[in-house]
Structure formats: structure tokens, C-alpha cells
């Protein structure tokens, strides 16, 4: 390297020169800056260039600096293409007056100390001035043992677990203090040398100009980590921290790319402590993301991105580092509360492998990334941060936020010990077992709400409780999400106070009255607030009561976006003197931290029986409710359901598309379909407020009060048919063209009301989500496991796949020809069990292998016996009941679960709690499951099951993957052009925002996302 050159990049590495030169670098540099101010006013570049060549010899007294600048083989003669000798320096004067006051404050410590100076005291002084100077301390006080308590500006947070972490404190500019305090400057630094010992027991925030004396101050005694300036982020836009930690690494090009995938490597060797999000898309929420940088500068200025905790630049030199300006232009983009840069050394992979052990022994990132260049002998990081959010990125705040429902006693003394060091910790990093604890505690957390709906009646301020409810008048309730009752609080494993708010989102209360009486069958609405800590906001709604003695049932639902999360019912008496009781009844999504990440729907329907046990059916769109309970309802949907099973099955088969005895079936199912809607919405379908709104939706939330009250909207039929005497009704042409284009834009038959459109269908027109609450459920879990930020991706490979005896029996010997078929289609892809012991040894074996099945395909027998509890069957003597019979099929710990075709007959809903086998795989941990309304026959149901997951896999290996509920309706709408009609008995349940995917191989410790 030139001398030129060489000069050039010490300017560069200036702010970080005092960690190079270590404790002594306060006395090496006046000598260097001597050197810099005569080059500035050297008169030649003769001149410049001999100063340099004394500049450069001062700086090679410091091995590490003189490897940095390759100072062993520099060369008299400069290189072409070098920055003129003004200007480097310019540079090198621009980068040594950095901090003039902080200089002047040095000076000023110096001459106070007199002949004791010496590079730690002259550190020590300026450190313990600055603090005492932010904090409006003397040294007295800073010297007080009690400063140094928990309570105390300078103490240490603790937790439950037994750890601690030095506090955030400010240090600001100490020459005012020291031009005031000037006798005390020759003992504060042994003042401070004994207050604080060995330990690191503060974090520093300065100014982010001041990278130099961030440098200085980081040599000081008691010094965690030095941060180079504050800025205050939005709390509603900032990830939550996670642990397993999410982590993302952006796709770069050119000369980024090995730095790249060296941290991608290294990530897949502590799999065990992270999960890979992907960088695009809605899920791309990161803790950590990583962003390599080799000085093209794309990394820093390409748009876009995921939003992330925190956001750090790994520079491939270290000469490469960014501006505070962009640093914290970077911050904003990416909805950071934290923003570094750091140079990983010779090996990126060790670095990060580092980084990630520190991270697990529960310390901050600050002080992780500070620990990892300490131990790797690297240069120390440039950060800065919003600092109320500093203390959040551990593993402490992660347990904090799971619900004492969730955290097991002994996984949390695991756990803590492994945080602490000592026996059972490995080499006192978070050991692997703890790791698997914390998944797990992070999985049922997931269906552990911390918060539940609550109601009660109060009077017209809208406050005071109601001791009864007086006969023919009007009460109000009250409805909000609060902690549970009667709840203890349990002692906090992290300080609440020290977390950033959560987001805030607005929630509507959808409440129906169950009673028939007249004036009484009406449901109201009313929108609150749910901040992200605290109880939410409360909605009053009015109803009226009836006769003395009448019963009061207040059905009570909770939604974002159309999405049920919570249902409730308040009950009581008309004139009694008790308070009516309310009871939650079904926690559907128990999350709400990231509510916005949810897809919204366009309409809600809730099901279920009035006081006198009629079917009942609340609607409710963005402008309009409606509430409809009558007994054609249930005459209607028998009549549905018992046609489409005839038809279904009275024929051997339907042939294509173009059949006669498939048109058949598809015009008469829409007949039926269309007077099941008119039964639930009998205003005009043209005209009216709410069907309009219903016609117009694509997607629907159903929640069914229980398993016998399970609606198939799917069947719906929402076009008009021509009705009048004489009529021909045919099925439109055009509909398999159309397949693609859910509005039939350019069909010539779109207006013709003799035509039956085959996705006229709410099952081929709409994403239906649909969840069942079983009265056997406990109510302190969610129903089912939510797709959320933290795990919303299952990859449909392997598949797991096995039929009962009875499919074959059929002239086409239907599973025998659907296995060979998928056996050579794509060998290895579907795994085939011949009965329930080879099928758990299949899902065993995969799950060891790391492997686990993302998707199983069943077509078993299916019966519901007399004591109430249905029996699925794959041969004579093999049966398992769904009682716990199909509980192998999942894990149960965090990682992936298969998705579930349960095609058998009528495997969706039931007449008992145990006889509803959808409900029961969605309980023990299915994100999906198809189901089958009526009964169906195996020469049909397999061609179209096994077409059926062809199709959901093709969704699935798209790029960006595929939602279930829009993979789900893609695969009907093509299955039915196909002539498969057995589709239209097919109904699901689960979230709809699962993102299926397929040929990713992913292991299960970081399945998320590619």
C-alpha cells in the first residue's frame, strides 16, 4: 500500500483508533495529531507527503493499526488514481478534530491530574464527568453505594431468572462539569475505579458525532457498551424481539455475495436458536436483519425490505463503514429501533456464530455485538439505538410476554438455569434443551390469550355494575378485553415497565340477542380501541329485556378485520336479583400483538341456536348486521345437504366437464344452494344493502357455536336463476376459460340467468375461514393454532398418505390406481402407509429424520358410534377414534404440522363433541383440514383427494408460496372444471393465512420461510 493510500485510510479509521491503540491511546495521541495539523498546513504536497511519512510511523508503534494500513509493505512511490495530497489532508484534519470539546475537556482532566496522569486515570476521569454531568450528580453522590442499587440511575435491572443487565445511562459533554468541578477531576477516576471494580456495570449513550471519544469512553473501567447517538422510533412499526430469534439476510449481488452466504451458513448451524424469515412479503418481520455490505452501496440505498428490530451492516472492510446519517437512514427504512455496523473479521461465519452465543446467554444486543468484537479481537461496532428499546431485545422479554397458562414451571427453571450459567447450561450458553423449551413455550403461547373478553351489565353512566335487570326495560352492557377475572398475577420475569408499548388496533363487538321474543331479536355492533399493553377501551350496547323470569342471552363476539378472536355469552334473568354471568366461550385467535400481519375479511357469519333452539345466523359486512333464525333454515339445509349426497353418489361417474349427468348435478346443487341463501338473506340479492355487500365479499370468517351447527356456505349459490314456469337452465361453456378470473369479466353468459355458473358457489368465489368451538374445549387456549410472525408457513413435502380397504372396492380399484399414480408422478414426494400402525411409523420416522410430513391425505371409513365417538378405518380390525386416535400425527412443539385431507364420509362436524373429527385435528395442532359434508363414495373422493393435493403443492411451489385459503379455493375452481364433483362436498376449517408451500426441504428448527 502507498503512503498516500495509507494515509487516506487512517483518516478512515480514526473514530475507532482508541480501541485499536487501547488505554494508552489518550497519551499516543497528541503526537498523531501533531503530525495531522502540520501536514494541514504544510505548504507543498513535498512537504504533506513527509509529514504523512512521520504520521504513518507514529501510527505503526500500534500493531494493530499498523496491520490495518499494511504499513510492513508500504511503498515510497504513490499509486495512480490516489486522492491528492490535499485532500487527504483534509481528511485526516476533518477526522482528528472530531470532538474538540471532548479534547479540550481531555486537556482540562490532564492538567488537574498533574504528574499522575496516565491513559486509564485521564479515561476514568472524563467517563465519570460525563455521567455525573448527565445525571445532575457531584461526585458524592455518584460515589454513594446506594446509586449503585436496583433503584438506583446506575443499578441493575433483575428478573425472576436470577440475571441482570447493566443500565442505560447518558453521558454527555464534561467540560462544563470539569471547568466547575476542577479540584474534584484528580479522584473522581479512582472514585469511580472503586465504585464500579471489574464489573461492567453501565451502558453509555453519546452523541452520535463522536465516534472518537465512543471509542475512548469504551476503554473506560465499568464501561458494557457505548452507544453513538438516540433516536426515537415508532412503537407501533418496531418487530417485537423473538427467541428463537427471527433472522433475515436480504439477497445481495456482485462482490456481497460470498459475505452473504457465509452467514447463511453460519445461521444454519445455530438452527437451533433462530428461525429464517424470508426478506419480501407480508411475514417479513425480522428481529435481527443482517445486510451485507462490500462497498457497492446497494445494500444501503436498494428500497424496501423487511422491517426488523434491529438492522445491522456487516462490512466486509472496515473501511466501509457507513455514516451515522445512513445508518439511521437505513434504521427508518426498515422500521428499526436499533441500527449498527460491524466488520466480522477474517470469517463472517464465526462472527455471527459468536454473535448468536452471546445473544443466548440473555444479554442485549448491544452489549452481545460489543462481548463478539472483544472476543474476536475486531473493531467495535457503530450503533445506535431508541433506547427504550435496548432492554427488550433478550430472552427474558420474550418470556415475559407468554402467558403463566403457558410457562410450565420446570421448562422455566430450565430454561433460567441455562441463562445463568453452571450446572445444566453448555459452556453457559443457552443449551439446546432450553432452546426446545422456549419453542415450546413459545408454541403454546399461541393459543394463550393475555387478554379475554369480558361483559357485564352496568347502568346508563355506563360504569357502575347492575345488581339485576329490570323486566321490560333497557340494559346495557359492557364489553371490553381484559386480564381474566380472578386472575393472580404472576411475579413478572422481565420489568413490564421497561418494554415499549405493543401496537394498538381497533376490534369491533359484534353481540347478538338469542332471545325470540319481539323487540328482542336484534344484534348490535360498536367498535374499540385495544392498546397494545392494558385493558381495551369499552363498548355499551343496549338491549331489552323481556317478561319477569325470562331468560337473557347475550351472544358476544370480538373480531379484527372481520376475523372472530373471542365469543362469549351473558346470561341471566329478566327481574332476578343476581347480575347476569358472562363466560367466554372460545378463544379462536388468542394473539394480538400483530393483529395488521392477518389478511382481513370482508364478512363475518356467526352460527348458532337461540334460546329455544332454533338455528341462528348473525351476519355482519362493513356497513351492515343482520341476524336470521327460522325453521326453514334447518329445512333448508337438510334438504341441501341429503340432495347433494344423492347426487354425488347415484352415479358411477360424471365424466368431464361437459357431461349430462355432471351439468345435472351442478344445476341442481345451485337450485338448492340458492334457496339456502334466500333462506339465510331473504332481501333482494340485487338491491339490498347486506347481500350486496355478501355477493361482493371475497372472503368470509364462519364460526359455528358447535359441532351440529356447522353451515357449508360453500354451497351457496349467489347468482339469480331464471325461475319462471317452463325455464331451461344450462351450465355456462365458458366457465373453464374463466377459471383464472374470479369475476367472469369478459363470460358472454355472465348476465344470463338461464346459465349456472359454476363459481357462483361461495366455495369456488370465496376464501371461507372456518372455526368449530367445541363445548369439551378449555377455554384459556385458542380452538387453533393461528398463523403468525413468528410460524405461518407449512411445506406441504413430505406427504403422508393411506386409505382404507374399502376405496378399492370399486370396479376402477380407485386407491390402488391413485398410489401408482403417485408413486410414479413424483417418487419419494408422497409417502404411502397401508394401515394406522405403518402410518405411525412413517410420521415417527420422518420426524426423526428432521424431516416431519407437511401434508397427510386420508380416506378412512368413517362412523360415528353409539356412545357418541366417531371411529375412522382403514381395514376390517383397524380403526383408531379421534378421542386421542389421531394425535401421532403432530408434535406439539413449535415446529411444523402436516396439513389434514380427512376425506372420508362426512368427516366434517358431528352430533357430539367426540364425533367432530375436524375440530379434534385442528385441537391437537393441524394449521389446516379439508373435510367432507355428506357422505361420499370412494371411487369418487380419491381421484378428487388425490388431485386435490396435487393441486394445493403446485399452489405451494410458487415463489412466494401460497395462502391455504386461497390455495384451497384456486384447487376447487379447477377441480370442478375438471368434472371432479365430489369438490363440492369438500368444506374447510383452520386459519385461512397459512402460507403452504412445497419443495423447500426445510428442517423443522427453521421451517418458517426460505
Not at 363487538?509 to 397494545?532: F, K, M, S, Y
Not at 337473557?552 to 327481574?575: D, F, K, M
Not at 333464525?629 to 329445512?635: F, G, K, P, V, Y
Not at 415463489?959 to 386461497?966: K, N, V
Amino acid at each position: 500500500m502507498s503512503t498516500r493510500r495509507a494515509a487516506a485510510r487512517l483518516a478512515e479509521l480514526w473514530p475507532r483508533l482508541p480501541v485499536l491503540a487501547g488505554a494508552d491511546w489518550l497519551m499516543h495521541r497528541p503526537g498523531l495529531v501533531a503530525e495531522i495539523e502540520a501536514m494541514e498546513t504544510a505548504p507543498n504536497d513535498g512537504e504533506r507527503a513527509a509529514r504523512a511519512g512521520r504520521l504513518l510511523a507514529l501510527a505503526g508503534e500500534l500493531p494493530a493499526v499498523l496491520a490495518l494500513l499494511g504499513l510492513e509493505n508500504a511503498v515510497e512511490a504513490d499509486g495512480v488514481g490516489e486522492l491528492p495530497w490535499g485532500d487527504v489532508a483534509l481528511a485526516l484534519a476533518a477526522a482528528a478534530k472530531t470532538g474538540g470539546r471532548f479534547q479540550q475537556a481531555s486537556r482540562l482532566a490532564a492538567r488537574a491530574l498533574g504528574e499522575y496522569t496516565d491513559g486509564p486515570r485521564l479515561t476514568n476521569t472524563l467517563l465519570a464527568a460525563g455521567i455525573a454531568a448527565a445525571l445532575g450528580l457531584g461526585t458524592e453522590e455518584l460515589a454513594e453505594p446506594e446509586q449503585w442499587e436496583e433503584s438506583g440511575p446506575l443499578g441493575e435491572r433483575r428478573s425472576t431468572l436470577g440475571g441482570s443487565v447493566p443500565r442505560l445511562v447518558p453521558w454527555a459533554d464534561p467540560l462544563p462539569w470539569l471547568v466547575g468541578h476542577p479540584e474534584e477531576a484528580q479522584w473522581i477516576a479512582d472514585t469511580w475505579q472503586l465504585a464500579v471494580g471489574a464489573r461492567h456495570r453501565v451502558r453509555l449513550l453519546t452523541d452520535v458525532e463522536n465516534a472518537e471519544a465512543a471509542a475512548v469512553l469504551l476503554q473506560g473501567a465499568g464501561v458494557a457498551s457505548v452507544l453513538n447517538g438516540a433516536w426515537t422510533a415508532d412503537a407501533s412499526e418496531v418487530p417485537r424481539w423473538s427467541w428463537p430469534l427471527r433472522l433475515a439476510v436480504p439477497a445481495v449481488g456482485g462482490p456481497a455475495v460470498p459475505l452473504q452466504q457465509e452467514l447463511l451458513t453460519a445461521a444454519g448451524a445455530k438452527a437451533g436458536l433462530l428461525s429464517q424469515v424470508a426478506t419480501e412479503g407480508r411475514w417479513s418481520r425480522a428481529s435481527l436483519l443482517l445486510v451485507p455490505h462490500a462497498g457497492d452501496g446497494d445494500a444501503l440505498r436498494s428500497p424496501g425490505g423487511p422491517h426488523a428490530t434491529a438492522v445491522i451492516v456487516v462490512c466486509e472492510s472496515p473501511e466501509l463503514v457507513p455514516t451515522a446519517k445512513e445508518l439511521q437512514s437505513l434504521a427508518v427504512r426498515h422500521r428499526a429501533a436499533f441500527a449498527a455496523t460491524a466488520h466480522p473479521g477474517p470469517t463472517a461465519g464465526r462472527w455471527l456464530e459468536t454473535l448468536l452465543d452471546r445473544l443466548s446467554l440473555d444479554l442485549p444486543l448491544d452489549m452481545a455485538l460489543h462481548g463478539t468484537a472483544e472476543e474476536l479481537g475486531l473493531l467495535p461496532p457503530v450503533m445506535a439505538a431508541d433506547p427504550r428499546f435496548l432492554d427488550s431485545t433478550r430472552i427474558r422479554p420474550v418470556l415475559a410476554a407468554v402467558p403463566p397458562d403457558a410457562l410450565e414451571p420446570s421448562e422455566q427453571a430450565r430454561v433460567g438455569r441455562a441463562l445463568r450459567g453452571g450446572p445444566g447450561a453448555e459452556d453457559t450458553r443457552l443449551a439446546p434443551a432450553a432452546a426446545s423449551d422456549l419453542r415450546a413455550m413459545t408454541h403454546r403461547a399461541r393459543r394463550t390469550p393475555a387478554r379475554y373478553l369480558r361483559a357485564d351489565v352496568v347502568g346508563p353512566d355506563g360504569t357502575t355494575p347492575a345488581l339485576g335487570i329490570a323486566p321490560h326495560g333497557v340494559f346495557h352492557v359492557r364489553v371490553l378485553l381484559a386480564a381474566a377475572p380472578g386472575a393472580h398475577p404472576a411475579e413478572p420475569v422481565f420489568p413490564a415497565d421497561t418494554l415499549p408499548p405493543g401496537r394498538a388496533h381497533r376490534l369491533t363487538v359484534l353481540a347478538t340477542d338469542l332471545t325470540l321474543a319481539p323487540g328482542h331479536d336484534r344484534a348490535a355492533t360498536q367498535e374499540i380501541e385495544l392498546p397494545g399493553d392494558g385493558d381495551s377501551t369499552c363498548a355499551h350496547l343496549r338491549f331489552t329485556a323481556g317478561d319477569p323470569g325470562t331468560d337473557i342471552r347475550i351472544w358476544v363476539a370480538v373480531l379484527y378485520g372481520s376475523r372472530i378472536l373471542q365469543t362469549g355469552l351473558l346470561t341471566g334473568q329478566a327481574g332476578a336479583r343476581e347480575a347476569p354471568v358472562f363466560r367466554v366461550e372460545s378463544v379462536v385467535r388468542a394473539p394480538t400483538g400483530e393483529l395488521d400481519l392477518a389478511r382481513p375479511h370482508d364478512a363475518t357469519l356467526l352460527v348458532g341456536r337461540t334460546a329455544h333452539d332454533l338455528p341462528l345466523v348473525t351476519a355482519r359486512t362493513k356497513e351492515f348486521v343482520h341476524r336470521t333464525t327460522s325453521h326453514d333454515l334447518r329445512r333448508s339445509l337438510d334438504v341441501l345437504l341429503h340432495g347433494l349426497s344423492r347426487l354425488v353418489n347415484g352415479a358411477d361417474s360424471f365424466g368431464s366437464y361437459q357431461s349430462p349427468e355432471f351439468a345435472e348435478l351442478v344445476i341442481d346443487t345451485a337450485r338448492r344452494g340458492r334457496r339456502l341463501r334466500k333462506a339465510l338473506f331473504p332481501d333482494d340479492w340485487e338491491s339490498g344493502g347486506l347481500v350486496r355487500q355478501l355477493r361482493e365479499a371475497r372472503s368470509v370468517s364462519v364460526f359455528s357455536a358447535a359441532p351440529e351447527a356447522i353451515l357449508p356456505v360453500e354451497l351457496l349459490y349467489e347468482r339469480e336463476l331464471e325461475t319462471a314456469p317452463g325455464r331451461q337452465l344450462h351450465l355456462c361453456p365458458h366457465a373453464p376459460a374463466q377459471v383464472d378470473r374470479h369475476d367472469c369479466g369478459d363470460c358472454p353468459e355472465r348476465e344470463d340467468r338461464t346459465s349456472v355458473c359454476p363459481f357462483g358457489f361461495w366455495g369456488t368465489s370465496k376464501v371461507i375461514e372456518r372455526h368449530v368451538r367445541r363445548e369439551s374445549a378449555d377455554t384459556r387456549f385458542a380452538l387453533a393454532v393461528s398463523a403468525d410472525i413468528d410460524r405461518h408457513a407449512c411445506d406441504l413435502d413430505p406427504a403422508c398418505a393411506a386409505a382404507a380397504a374399502r376405496a378399492d372396492h370399486n370396479d376402477v380399484h380407485a386407491w390402488t390406481t391413485a398410489a401408482g399414480a403417485l408413486a410414479e408422478a413424483e417418487p419419494g414426494a408422497v409417502r404411502l402407509a397401508g394401515d394406522w400402525t405403518e402410518l405411525y411409523t412413517l410420521v415417527r420416522g420422518l420426524r426423526e429424520a428432521d424431516t416431519p410430513p407437511g401434508a397427510v391425505l386420508l380416506f378412512p371409513h368413517s362412523v360415528e358410534k353409539g356412545d357418541g365417538v366417531t371411529a375412522l378405518g382403514l381395514g376390517e380390525d383397524d380403526e383408531v377414534d379421534i378421542l386421542d386416535g389421531l394425535e401421532f400425527l403432530f408434535a406439539r412443539d413449535g415446529g411444523p404440522e402436516p396439513v389434514v385431507l380427512l376425506l372420508g364420509c362426512a368427516t366434517a362436524g358431528g352430533t357430539t363433541p367426540f364425533s367432530d373429527a375436524s375440530t379434534a385435528l385442528l385441537d391437537d395442532g393441524a394449521p389446516g383440514v379439508v373435510a367432507t359434508a355428506v357422505p361420499v363414495l370412494g371411487q369418487h373422493i380419491v381421484p378428487v383427494g388425490v388431485r386435490l393435493l396435487a393441486e394445493l403443492r403446485t399452489a405451494a411451489a410458487e415463489t412466494s408460496g401460497s395462502p391455504l385459503g386461497e390455495a384451497l379455493l384456486r384447487a376447487r375452481r379447477k377441480l370442478l372444471v375438471n368434472g371432479d364433483a365430489c369438490v363440492l362436498a369438500l368444506v374447510g376449517f383452520g386459519d385461512t393465512d397459512w402460507e403452504v408451500r412445497a419443495g423447500q426441504g426445510t428442517p423443522s428448527g427453521r421451517q418458517e420461510t426460505p
